[in-house]
Nanobody, 125 residues
């Protein structure tokens, strides 16, 4: 089990950018699946992006080309850079970890054992 702490949320106008950070308490295993999910009011949670620490990234179709997930191993941090934000990106964003696990093409439906508390993102038109 690890602790995940998100930061970087806020309010921006459409077309703006934000970078979310997820700091991991410890990398207990070398290869893990790290992901960002989001949940808007009244909607189901959806997977936004995932990163396999051994190599490989995955994205929700609606954010491809706009969002980038990356990692800084030295800082125990996973980032989500969000460009060209749209009002429909408004949601609470959560970082999640599946330790000692790959992601795979259906990463959004796998079990993630550790979650952060979430950070709010609001995009106004």
């Amino acid at each position: 089990q690890v602790q995940l702490v998100e930061s970087g949320g806020g309010s921006v106008q459409a077309g703006g950018s934000l970078r979310l950070s997820c700091t991991v308490s410890t990398w207990r295993y070398i290869n893990n699946c790290m992901a960002w999910f989001r949940q808007a009011p009244g909607k189901e949670r959806e997977g936004v992006a995932a990163l396999y620490t051994g190599g490989g990234t995955y994205y929700l179709d609606s954010v491809k080309g706009r969002f980038t997930i990356s990692q800084d191993v030295a800082k125990n941090t996973v980032y989500l850079l969000m460009n060209s934000l749209k009002p429909e990106d408004t949601a609470k964003y959560y970082c999640a970890a599946a330790l000692n696990s790959g992601c795979g093409s259906t990463w959004y439906s796998k079990s993630f054992g550790d979650w952060g508390q979430g950070t709010e993102v609001t995009v106004s038109s």
